[in-house]
């Protein structure tokens, strides 16, 4: 993709379109670094980690590790809101994600900011946008007060693939990884900004009132694995914290940073390059709950 001077200008224009206040929300997985399921005291040593840089949650599974009987009261301890996912691609997981809204969900719902169905489901291909919508109904039959929508590839919002999706959810979470388009730090900055607005400007141009977050951002730190020309390391992943993340969070856009916490138990996975890839270190913590780099935002005028 080729960057000219436009890109900087969009950034002081776009924000207006967006919104007055930003979030930062961080994704947090389920699973201890042994890889045995979190209970509510786990979450609630989460919490206390992120502490005052995030207020609000997102994770994949409203079932397994029974994710929404252990994290909602740990939430609501804690004054976080947390955003539920949906895993919609087979009909035994759907159902168990399905059960636990019913029965814990529903009994939290002050804290509960939303719930996504689907993760990248039109990115992969396991579902079609028919699909995936009527999977949205059945949630928010449930769950008729919350905010329901998606969270997907930035580019299936951008191609219009997600069209359908974007016009019946009420919030949708745009994915959008400079590392995993194999970017330099130098342009991460500036190719992450543009896939985001991309989303952005197709969303609004269906459904302005949907809300819209940057859904999964990140960059893999010390021990993690390069891609392309994306070099992993802590230093780098700081860099893109600050030119980056602290960017849109800074002109009105809700960002969720991918992810809170290294998973060590994660096997290595396989990227499009035919290249194994480590996934263990993308946490902005370690799995002690440990800040591995400075993640203050300073404002234009400091």
Not at 86 to 104: C, E, H, I, M, R
Not at 231 to 237: C, D, W
Not at 244 to 259: D, I, P, R
């Amino acid at each position: 993709m080729h960057f000219t001077s436009v890109v900087p200008l969009a950034l002081v224009v776009a924000p207006a379109a967006v919104s007055a206040f930003s979030n930062l929300g961080f994704a947090l997985g389920d699973k201890k670094s042994d890889g045995s399921c979190k209970y509510t005291a786990d979450y609630a040593a989460d919490f206390a980690a992120l502490g005052s840089l995030s207020t609000i949650v997102r994770g994949y599974s409203a079932s397994e590790c029974n994710t929404a009987q252990q994290i909602l009261p740990a939430a609501r301890t804690a004054g976080v809101k947390v955003v539920l996912g949906v895993w919609p691609d087979t009909d035994d997981a759907f159902n168990a994600d399905k059960a636990a809204l019913q029965t814990y969900a529903t009994q939290y719902t002050d804290i509960l900011y939303a719930v996504t169905v689907g993760s990248e489901a039109l990115y992969r291909g396991s579902l079609t946008a028919e699909q995936l919508n009527s999977s949205i109904a059945q949630v928010r039959s449930i769950l008729p007060s919350t905010k329901i929508g998606t969270a997907d590839s930035w580019n299936k919002y951008a191609d219009g693939t997600a069209d359908l999706v974007i016009q019946y959810s009420d919030i949708l979470l745009a994915n959008a990884f400079a590392y995993w388009q194999g970017s330099t730090i130098q342009n991460a900055s500036h190719l992450y900004v543009d896939d985001v607005e991309q989303a952005l400007a197709r969303v609004q141009s269906i459904n302005p009132n949907a809300e819209f977050w940057n859904g999964e951002t990140g960059w893999p730190t010390d021990g993690g694995s390069d891609y392309g020309s994306a070099q992993a390391g802590t230093t780098n992943a700081e860099t893109f914290w600050k030119s980056s993340v602290c960017a849109l969070l800074q002109f009105g856009y809700n960002v969720f940073y991918f992810e809170a916490f290294d998973e060590p138990w994660k096997p290595a996975s396989v990227g499009e390059n035919g290249q194994s890839a480590v996934e263990t270190v993308w946490g902005a913590f370690t799995s002690d709950r440990t800040a591995k780099f400075d993640m203050t935002c300073l404002s234009s005028g400091s």
